[in-house]
Nanobody, 124 residues
Framework: QVQLVESGGGLVQAGGSLRVSCAAP????????MGWFRQAPGKERDFVAA????????NSADSVKGRFTISRDSAKNTVYLQMNDLKPEDTAVYYC?????????????????WGRGTQVTVSS
């Protein structure tokens, strides 16, 4: 079992930045791929970005390209989502997810473990 803990959400004005983090206490991600997803009220859970821990390959949704960056810190066993130029439509609960294997996926169903989420609210 892998427990994922997100942190770093909050309230920010449009155009601002936030960084959310995801860690797994007592666990390494060396054989996992990690993803960030988000879910706004009344909407489905959407893919945001993903990274392969072993290859460092990343991909991200078109809606966040150029604004959001996913990265990892092997020494801290932590994955980050740096969010810049935030917009009100980015408001959502952001979830970290992990799946076994080197290939990231944009599909929530492909992930084995999920965090509880962290709220990101962008005011206009």
């Amino acid at each position: 079992q892998v427990q994922l803990v997100e942190s770093g959400g909050g309230l920010v004005q449009a155009g601002g930045s936030l960084r959310v983090s995801c860690a797994a206490p007592g666990r390494t991600f060396s054989d996992f791929s990690m993803g960030w997803f988000r879910q706004a009220p009344g909407k489905e859970r959407d893919f945001v970005a993903a990274i392969s821990w072993s290859t460092d390959k990343t991909n991200s949704a078109d809606s966040v390209k150029g604004r959001f960056t996913i990265s990892r810190d092997s020494a801290k066993n932590t994955v980050y989502l740096q969010m810049n130029d935030l917009k009100p439509e980015d408001t959502a609960v952001y979830y970290c997810a992990a799946r076994r294997g080197r290939q990231p996926s944009i599909r929530p169903s492909m992930y084995d473990y999920w965090g509880r989420g962290t709220q990101v609210t962008v005011s206009s």
